[in-house]
T-cell receptor, first 109, second 114 residues
Framework: DAKTTQPTSMDCAEGRAANLPCNHS???????VYWYRQIHSQGPQYIIH???NNETNEMASLIITEDRKSSTLILPHATLRDTAVYYC??????????FGQGTTLQVKP | NAGVMQNPRHLVRRRGQEARLRCSPM?????VYWYRQLPEEGLKFMVY????????ESGMPKERFSAEFPKEGPSILRIQQVVRGDSAAYFC????????????FGDGTRLSIL
């Protein structure tokens, strides 16, 4: 079973920030939070990962709470091409990925 | 800088035949993972390999499925005596030997069983 809980679906207006929450209350000290997305039935695309500090890259920002029990993925300016299923996964580095149901993000014009 | 390469992209087999799916990891990556996505379902981990070693095969069906990652060449996922229920998308991912870098996925092989 996945160790994370995510909302089933979310909508976001094009051009606005998309904030996707994830709960991982049972995360252990050396586990990382990884975010992936899957567009249609393509291969999952890596987005970002972090341990305890906030992270930012060209795709997104990851905000991890101080107690590490939850995190938020932020897509700063969502486009229609960001419509996808987003997965929050907690695992050790090089560990197997356990995919839950994810959040289906629908970006609307 | 090529990513994870999987071939074939689409594979059609008749019941009882063998299916061989190939995966070449990203350059510099020595870990390979296989995942399966059944129609309308989520991705499920199957097996984790390093060169010439199976590290974790907890997600592999007990029969008919095998995987290898030889010293030279791509990783191979083999399905013997395929059945209709094997129809799925099979994804391969790779990661480097050390560090916390993520797994990167290929585009998958869509296996259809007639």
């Amino acid at each position: 079973d996945a160790k994370t809980t995510q909302p089933t679906s979310m909508d976001c207006a094009e051009g606005r920030a998309a904030n996707l929450p994830c709960n991982h209350s049972t995360i252990s000290g050396n586990e990382y939070v990884y975010w992936y997305r899957q567009i249609h039935s393509q291969g999952p695309q890596y987005i970002i990962h972090g341990l305890k500090n906030n992270e930012t890259n060209e795709m997104a920002s990851l905000i991890i709470t101080e107690d590490r029990k939850s995190s938020t993925l932020i897509l700063p300016h969502a486009t229609l091409r960001d419509t996808a299923v987003y997965y929050c996964i907690v695992t050790l580095p090089r560990g197997k990925l356990i995919f839950g149901q994810g959040t289906t993000l629908q970006v609307k014009p | 800088n090529a990513g994870v390469m999987q071939n074939p992209r689409h594979l059609v087999r008749r019941r009882g035949q063998e299916a061989r799916l190939r995966c070449s990891p990203m350059k510099g990556h020595s870990h390979v993972y296989w995942y399966r996505q059944l129609p309308e379902e989520g991705l499920k981990f199957m097996v984790y390999l390093q060169k010439e070693n199976i590290i974790d095969e907890s997600g592999m069906p007990k029969e008919r499925f095998s995987a290898e990652f030889p010293k030279e060449g791509p990783s191979i996922l083999r399905i013997q005596q395929v059945v209709r229920g094997d129809s799925a998308a099979y994804f391969c991912a790779s990661s480097p030997l050390t560090g916390t870098q993520p797994q990167h996925f290929g585009d998958g092989t869509r296996l259809s069983i007639l």
